[in-house]
């Protein structure tokens, strides 16, 4: 099942455009506009190009660590969606015992 919901995604994104895919996540767009800043060096303020090297690569690590934060929530989401969904699977039932009662003083 999980492995044709893949197929599937994969499939509705081969699709789309890469501005399309971009929208369903935000921060990456943000941080690939932020990198085309730089090499466009809109601020005007990259000089050398060490500067400009090692302000992508400071972005490039920042956007490689959201991008894995983010594929490991999903993951995370797809497998609770996937247990929850099974029959007999009853997650959010609250405990009702208290334990067993003690059965007296202990020396």
Same mark, same amino acid.
Do not use: C, Y
């Given at each position: 099942?999980? *492995?044709?919901? #893949? *197929?599937?995604?994969?499939?509705? /994104?081969?699709?789309?455009?890469?501005?399309?895919?971009?929208?369903?996540?935000?921060?990456?767009?943000?941080?690939?506009? $932020?990198?085309? &800043?730089?090499?466009?060096?809109?601020? +005007?303020? $990259?000089?050398?190009?060490?500067?400009?090297?090692?302000?992508?690569?400071?972005?490039? =690590?920042?956007? #490689?660590?959201?991008?894995? %934060? +983010?594929? /490991? =929530? =999903?993951? %995370?989401?797809?497998?609770?969606?996937?247990?929850? /969904?099974?029959?007999? $699977?009853?997650?959010?039932?609250?405990?009702? &015992?208290?334990?067993?009662? +003690? &059965? #007296?003083?202990?020396?």
């Amino acid at each position: 099942m999980a *492995e044709e919901f #893949g *197929e599937i995604e994969n499939a509705l /994104a081969a699709k789309l455009s890469l501005e399309e895919r971009l929208k369903q996540f935000p921060e990456l767009k943000a941080k690939i506009e $932020v990198m085309l &800043s730089i090499m466009e060096n809109a601020d +005007g303020d $990259v000089q050398k190009a060490d500067e400009a090297e090692r302000r992508i690569i400071e972005e490039l =690590r920042q956007m #490689g660590n959201e991008i894995l %934060h +983010g594929w /490991a =929530r =999903r993951q %995370h989401q797809k497998k609770e969606d996937e247990i929850t /969904a099974m029959p007999g $699977v009853n997650r959010k039932q609250k405990k009702t &015992s208290t334990g067993i009662p +003690g &059965s #007296g003083k202990s020396k």
